[in-house]
């Protein structure tokens, strides 16, 4: 019943060169998503997990050189190496983004309605008097009270939760098949952030979209997802289905991830668990698991030779050969 | 919005007032002395006593504060007074006047806009490429160059060399291209960095990811995204470079041999006419400040984070 995965990724690896540096902010990963699914990809900042999203659909700064390497398959067709004409096209119109910052995300210069019409008339062939109807019926879509009002407001007449349900209604309004949602809750104040995420949620499922949820929250996932990637330094450390990951996580940082959360039985003033150390730099090559200096776990062997990403059981993959094989066989 | 108005145009009339003082102060403390000169305008030798008379005869014998309450009692009822130089009324020469130069700024004005946009638009379309660099050489050049080197190579250029335009005289479209160029160089060379950072800036926005995420292509994201956000910058520089224009009118003026308001306030500085010369500060200034009104008004129209503010 489910055939072809919407997107498939395989041995993604993204260099970034600027005039004085070079790094690798995604290395070797694989992750797919169906149609009506939801993909979490976590990880701390930096771990490549924006990068791993973005730089194949070329949303990247300019100024900066942009090499990838592996496959990047949306609907079968392969992205690496398509010119960024081609790219432009499957913007807006294939896949939808929502960003972190709605405060940023919008242009403060022009109406809400025309920012949301805009993406009918690009990808829908529409006129600007049936855009703005779309407009309309996506503003009411995502939950915005008034709607006919908002339209003809600015951004900056909007709040923080208003302008994000906003970027989410431009985000569908070209029907895209599939959803990249950057930390779509992060800058948003905490109790706006349940309401966003179930929207979010409700319209997946509505029109049937795939979805990337790109979040720090494990929260987050744990309501949102199907299947979740946990990222370390632009690697896949974990890789399954939400529930089996969440209730069992094997890999030592996904572990140590999941034991940072707050819990309610934790005592009144108790110190927060956290992961000690700092997440290393990505400029200079790991020859091992670059896990290690953190883990522990770790065994001489760990520094040595990179992990491979193996399959555990079910549709669980787990980057760690003490966990999958015993100390004493790594 | 008509409160915000009115509550400037208070305050402009404020600044008239000191302004009048300033320049009533400088004009009179200006070495030389005007019943000399006007002694010698009529042919006759300025022995002592016959400048005595003529400075009786003109009123410069009442004390100081006198003169400026009468100029300033006369001035507040449209009546600047008689030029000492030529004999004439003040209004009379300045409404001759007014046309010429409100004719070179406003050409110029409109010249230096569509320059500066074209250059600041190439140059970010194409980042530190070669049309980049290239308006940024101009700029540079337009910037530094004085006026009155950029008049003469106009002339030169283009009445001498190629004989395309005439060097002077004010009868035709034809007879406005030089000079209306040569006023709008130093505007165009500082508008263009305004337009080209501007831009930039715009284009680094947060928004402008959201506007490339939604397939629009990069002529689209500069016209539709970054432009009206540069609009607010751009009117606000425009006002000062078309305010400063009348100071390079002085220069382009006599240049082209234009019958200007510039023309004529350095004929009145020379003659120490200082009828002329005030009545021509007020209305520079004045200018200044209803371009700065409008100004204001206009980036509220363009900027509704602004408008808000006001409405």
């Given at each position: 019943?489910?055939?072809?995965?919407?997107?498939?990724?395989?041995?993604?690896?993204?260099?970034?060169?600027?005039?004085?540096?070079?790094?690798?902010?995604?290395?070797?990963?694989?992750?797919?998503v169906?149609?009506?699914?939801?993909?979490?990809?976590?990880?701390e900042?930096?771990?490549?997990?924006?990068v791993?999203?973005?730089a194949?659909l070329?949303?990247?700064p300019?100024?900066?050189?942009?090499?990838?390497?592996?496959?990047?398959?949306?609907?079968?067709r392969?992205?690496?190496?398509?010119?960024?004409?081609?790219?432009?096209?499957?913007?807006?119109?294939?896949?939808?983004?929502i960003?972190?910052?709605p405060?940023?995300?919008?242009?403060?210069?022009?109406?809400i309605?025309?920012?949301?019409?805009?993406?009918?008339?690009?990808?829908?062939?529409?006129?600007?008097?049936?855009?703005?109807?779309?407009?309309?019926?996506?503003?009411?879509?995502?939950?915005?009270?008034?709607?006919?009002?908002?339209?003809?407001?600015?951004?900056?007449?909007?709040?923080?939760?208003?302008?994000?349900?906003?970027?989410?209604?431009?985000?569908?309004?070209?029907e895209?098949?599939?959803?990249?949602?950057?930390?779509?809750?992060?800058?948003?104040?905490?109790?706006?952030?349940?309401?966003?995420?179930?929207?979010?949620?409700?319209?997946?499922?509505?029109?049937?979209?795939a979805?990337?949820?790109?979040?720090?929250?494990?929260g987050?996932?744990?309501?949102?997802?199907?299947?979740?990637?946990?990222?370390?330094?632009?690697?896949?450390a974990?890789?399954?289905?939400?529930?089996?990951?969440?209730?069992?996580?094997?890999?030592?940082?996904?572990?140590?991830?999941?034991?940072?959360?707050?819990?309610?039985?934790?005592?009144?003033?108790?110190e927060?668990?956290?992961?000690?150390?700092l997440?290393?730099a990505?400029?200079?090559?790991?020859?091992?698991?670059?896990?290690?200096?953190?883990?522990?776990?770790?065994?001489?062997?760990?520094?040595?030779?990179?992990?491979?990403?193996?399959?555990?059981?079910?549709?669980?993959?787990?980057?760690c050969?003490?966990?999958?094989?015993?100390?004493?066989?790594? | 919005?008509?409160?915000?108005?009115?509550?400037?145009l208070?305050?402009?009339?404020?600044?008239?007032?000191?302004?009048?003082?300033?320049?009533?102060?400088?004009?009179?403390s200006?070495?030389?002395?005007?019943?000399?000169?006007?002694?010698?305008?009529?042919?006759?030798?300025?022995?002592?006593?016959?400048?005595?008379?003529?400075?009786?005869?003109?009123?410069?014998?009442?004390?100081?504060?006198?003169r400026?309450?009468?100029?300033?009692?006369?001035?507040?009822?449209?009546?600047?007074?008689?030029?000492?130089?030529t004999?004439?009324?003040?209004?009379?020469?300045?409404?001759?006047?007014?046309?010429?130069t409100?004719?070179?700024?406003?050409?110029?004005?409109?010249?230096a806009t569509?320059?500066?946009?074209?250059?600041?638009f190439?140059?970010?379309?194409?980042?530190?490429?070669?049309?980049?660099?290239?308006?940024?050489?101009?700029?540079?050049?337009?910037?530094?160059?004085?006026t009155?080197f950029?008049?003469?190579?106009?002339?030169?250029?283009?009445?001498?060399s190629?004989?395309?335009?005439?060097?002077?005289?004010?009868?035709?479209?034809?007879?406005?291209?030089?000079?209306?160029?040569?006023?709008?160089?130093?505007?165009?060379?500082?508008?263009?960095?305004?337009?080209?950072?501007?831009?930039?800036?715009?284009?680094?926005?947060?928004?402008?990811?959201?506007?490339?995420?939604?397939?629009?292509?990069?002529?689209?994201?500069?016209?539709?995204?970054?432009l009206?956000?540069?609009?607010?910058?751009?009117?606000?520089a425009?006002?000062?470079?078309?305010?400063?224009?009348?100071?390079?009118?002085?220069?382009?003026?006599?240049?082209?041999?234009?019958?200007?308001?510039?023309?004529?306030?350095?004929?009145?500085?020379?003659?120490?006419?200082?009828?002329?010369?005030?009545?021509?500060l007020?209305?520079?200034?004045?200018?200044?400040?209803?371009?700065?009104?409008?100004?204001?008004?206009?980036v509220m129209?363009?900027?509704?984070?602004?408008?808000?503010?006001?409405s």
């Amino acid at each position: 019943m489910r055939n072809e995965p919407l997107l498939s990724v395989s041995n993604l690896t993204v260099n970034l060169l600027t005039a004085k540096s070079a790094v690798r902010p995604v290395d070797g990963v694989s992750y797919s998503v169906r149609q009506g699914e939801c993909l979490a990809i976590v990880g701390e900042s930096g771990s490549g997990k924006t990068v791993m999203n973005f730089a194949p659909l070329g949303l990247m700064p300019t100024g900066v050189t942009t090499m990838l390497s592996g496959s990047v398959k949306l609907e079968g067709r392969e992205l690496i190496g398509l010119p960024e004409a081609e790219i432009q096209k499957l913007r807006g119109k294939s896949v939808g983004f929502i960003f972190q910052d709605p405060m940023s995300a919008l242009n403060p210069v022009r109406r809400i309605g025309r920012q949301i019409a805009e993406m009918a008339e690009l990808h829908l062939n529409m006129t600007p008097k049936a855009a703005e109807a779309r407009a309309l019926e996506l503003v009411k879509l995502v939950g915005i009270s008034d709607p006919a009002a908002r339209l003809r407001q600015y951004p900056h007449e909007l709040s923080g939760g208003l302008r994000q349900r906003v970027v989410i209604a431009i985000a569908l309004a070209g029907e895209p098949k599939l959803l990249i949602a950057d930390e779509p809750t992060t800058a948003l104040d905490v109790t706006v952030q349940a309401q966003i995420l179930r929207l979010l949620k409700d319209v997946q499922k509505r029109l049937n979209m795939a979805m990337v949820l790109i979040t720090h929250d494990m929260g987050v996932v744990a309501g949102a997802a199907d299947n979740i990637v946990v990222m370390y330094a632009a690697r896949a450390a974990e890789r399954g289905p939400v529930d089996t990951v969440l209730v069992n996580p094997r890999h030592p940082y996904t572990r140590g991830l999941i034991n940072a959360i707050p819990r309610r039985e934790d005592p009144v003033g108790a110190e927060f668990r956290g992961l000690p150390g700092l997440p290393p730099a990505l400029a200079a090559p790991f020859k091992g698991c670059a896990f290690t200096p953190r883990c522990d776990m770790a065994v001489p062997a760990c520094s040595l030779a990179r992990p491979p990403l193996e399959q555990v059981d079910g549709n669980v993959f787990v980057a760690c050969p003490v966990v999958n094989h015993g100390k004493v066989a790594a | 919005m008509f409160h915000f108005i009115s509550k400037r145009l208070k305050h402009s009339l404020v600044l008239l007032f000191l302004a009048s003082l300033v320049c009533f102060t400088l004009v009179v403390s200006a070495p030389g002395n005007v019943a000399v000169l006007i002694a010698e305008l009529r042919g006759a030798v300025a022995t002592p006593g016959y400048v005595d008379q003529v400075a009786e005869e003109i009123g410069l014998h009442k004390p100081l504060l006198m003169r400026y309450v009468d100029w300033l009692g006369d001035a507040v009822q449209g009546d600047f007074g008689i030029s000492y130089r030529t004999g004439q009324a003040v209004n009379a020469d300045l409404s001759k006047r007014i046309l010429v130069t409100g004719m070179l700024i406003a050409g110029g004005g409109v010249i230096a806009t569509l320059i500066s946009l074209i250059l600041g638009f190439l140059g970010a379309f194409w980042p530190y490429r070669l049309p980049d660099r290239a308006s940024r050489g101009l700029a540079l050049i337009g910037a530094s160059t004085p006026t009155f080197f950029v008049g003469a190579l106009m002339i030169y250029a283009f009445s001498v060399s190629f004989r395309i335009f005439p060097s002077f005289g004010f009868e035709g479209p034809e007879s406005w291209v030089l000079p209306w160029l040569t006023v709008a160089v130093l505007p165009a060379a500082v508008l263009s960095r305004v337009v080209r950072v501007g831009l930039e800036d715009a284009m680094s926005s947060p928004f402008v990811l959201t506007a490339k995420s939604k397939g629009l292509g990069r002529t689209a994201i500069l016209l539709r995204e970054a432009l009206p956000n540069i609009t607010p910058i751009f009117i606000n520089a425009l006002g000062t470079q078309v305010g400063l224009m009348t100071a390079t009118a002085i220069i382009v003026e006599p240049l082209f041999a234009w019958q200007g308001l510039g023309d004529y306030f350095l004929a009145g500085v020379r003659f120490r006419d200082f009828m002329v010369v005030q009545a021509c500060l007020l209305l520079f200034l004045s200018f200044f400040i209803v371009v700065n009104l409008v100004v204001d008004l206009a980036v509220m129209l363009t900027d509704p984070r602004i408008r808000r503010q006001w409405s």
